[in-house]
């Protein structure tokens, strides 16, 4: 008889969804930190497993991040199936491409659905935030983002994200008091899962992670391992698709 030998990626995907509140776990090989070719990977398998949850009638809410831009290269169009693309927040202080705004229009064109885009200021006071809220087209989108039933997003290490986004000293300096250590929808948080900090801009916010929509969780590389713990303890994710080395790291620390 043959026995199929069960690989060591098959393995660390049986025991992680034993041991995390996940339905669903995907390992592809390598570290993301160490070679673009696993990012593509992770965008190649985050894309695949989307085809799983989409319908014609899916509206999927995104992230930015160059691990979401990976995801909307590798994403194809479906037979019949037309999602509808947004963006989870307006802009985080992002670089243009790997805005949420821009992964949802290279979504969209991939699989030939449509995209709706709140065009916001990346981050604004309090009054003019108030009054933004109150914009229809605003309204609109953020209804949209309320009745998704898939969300994809990044997650990123605290100071890596800070340090991109230009965050002035004094919020760095925060954050690292505060021993931040993950960062996910625009929401700085520590080991404990606890927020620290949270952009002021416009979308989607925690609340809205209810659980009658799908949430994958993409992310690789070594440097993403604490934020990664950290995220469970913070938020909630139904399907998990990471590399090799988060997922060497999360069987051993759960
Ligand atoms: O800025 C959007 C975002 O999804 C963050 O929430 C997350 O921390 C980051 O991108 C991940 O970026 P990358 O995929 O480039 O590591």
């Given at each position: 008889s043959i026995m199929r030998e069960i690989s060591d990626l098959d393995h660390l995907e049986s025991q992680l969804k034993q041991s995390l509140p996940v339905s669903d776990v995907k390992v592809v090989s390598g570290d993301a930190d160490q070679s673009e070719e696993v990012k593509s990977l992770l965008g190649q398998a985050a894309a695949q497993t989307l085809t799983q949850y989409v319908h014609d009638e899916s509206i999927v809410t995104v992230t930015g991040g160059s691990t979401l831009a990976a995801v909307a290269k590798h994403m194809k169009p479906l037979n019949q199936i037309r999602p509808l693309f947004v963006p989870a927040r307006g802009g985080l202080g992002d670089m243009h491409e790997y805005q949420a705004s821009s992964i949802c229009v290279q979504m969209a064109k991939q699989m030939n659905g449509s995209y709706r885009l709140l065009y916001v200021p990346d981050t604004v006071g309090h009054e003019v935030y108030?009054?933004?809220?109150?914009?229809?087209?605003?309204?609109?989108?953020?209804?949209?983002?309320?009745?998704?039933?898939?969300?994809?997003?990044?997650?990123?290490?605290?100071?890596?994200?800070?340090?991109?986004?230009?965050?002035?000293?004094?919020?760095?300096?925060?954050?690292?008091e505060k021993s931040t250590v993950g960062e996910a929808f625009g929401y700085y948080f520590d080991q404990k899962g606890k927020t620290i900090h949270q952009l002021n801009s416009i979308g989607m916010t925690k609340e809205h992670l209810t659980n009658d929509k799908t949430v994958m969780t993409v992310a690789g590389g070594t440097s993403k391992c604490e934020a990664i713990s950290a995220f469970f303890k913070w938020g909630t994710s139904d399907v998990l698709i990471i590399d090799e080395a988060i997922a060497r790291h999360l069987v051993k620390h759960i």
């Open positions: 108030s009054k933004m809220m109150e914009e229809p087209a605003v309204k609109d989108v953020i209804s949209l983002i309320r009745q998704a039933d898939i969300v994809i997003h990044g997650i990123g290490d605290a100071l890596k994200m800070a340090h991109r986004r230009k965050a002035d000293p004094k919020q760095l300096e925060l954050l690292k």
